[in-house]
């Protein structure tokens, strides 16, 4: 069974963080951005998935509590980074990152240089790009001598935006 459980959360907040690059102001919760989250944990064991989502508080809630529960069943629980703003979530997977995750996950690059060399880009933007990713726990970096290494550690990253109409109280679950 896993050292913990994968029930962290990036929500928006009235306190917080801005993090990114340029005009983009992703919205990060104080406490996420002081954790440290799987900081201490071995990227070989980390769960196979992770899932980005854009839920309300609510809902993440109830999911964390699901997953945790399987967790301690014994059962792989994906890691979560959660947005309530669904702009936070597609600021942070702007298409230059997706492209830059695809490259690594495809295959893992000696280098950031030879990762930027790969997608045709600059060395500084790449950098940019790959540490606001590494903020969220999805690229770590080995060394590889004088060079940084970027690597996922996850087989595979699921991305959920459900947009749904509001349900009231009325048409809430019966009593």
Known sequence: M???PNTNTTDDTDDVNRTGSGDEGIVMDDTEAEAGFLEDRDPEDYPSVLRITSDSEQAHQQDAIDRLERWEAGEEVPHVINFQNPS?????LADRRVELLRSIMAE???SIRQLAERLDRDVKTVHDDLQVLAEYDIVHFEQAGRAKRAFVP???IEVNLEISTPRSADDAAPA
Do not use: I, N
């Not at 936070?88 to 942070?92: F, I, N, Q």
């Open 154 to 156: 996850y087989d595979s």
């Open 88 to 92: 936070d979530l597609r600021a942070l």
């Open 2 to 4: 896993p050292d913990e």
């Open 108 to 110: 893992r690059p000696d």
